[in-house]
């Protein structure tokens, strides 16, 4: 997202946050388990090895 569209709705509209809007969107989605699969692996290494990198525990400093 551009940042030409929040700076409209801030100053035409209704000084609407459409950033937070869509933010609060993504973790409902989440939450409902609506992923996209090439997250997956990502959220699967978070848990497994704490990290996004694809990396085990080990080789990391």
Do not use: T, W
Not at 24 to 53: A, S, T, Y
């Amino acid at each position: 997202m551009g940042g030409s569209c929040d700076i409209a709705c801030k100053i035409c509209r209704y000084h609407m946050e459409p950033l937070e809007v869509m933010r609060e969107l993504r973790f409902k989605l989440v939450e409902e388990g609506q992923l996209l699969p090439q997250h997956i692996p990502v959220i699967d290494n978070l848990r497994k090895e704490d990290n996004m990198m694809m990396k085990p525990k080990v080789e990391r400093g």
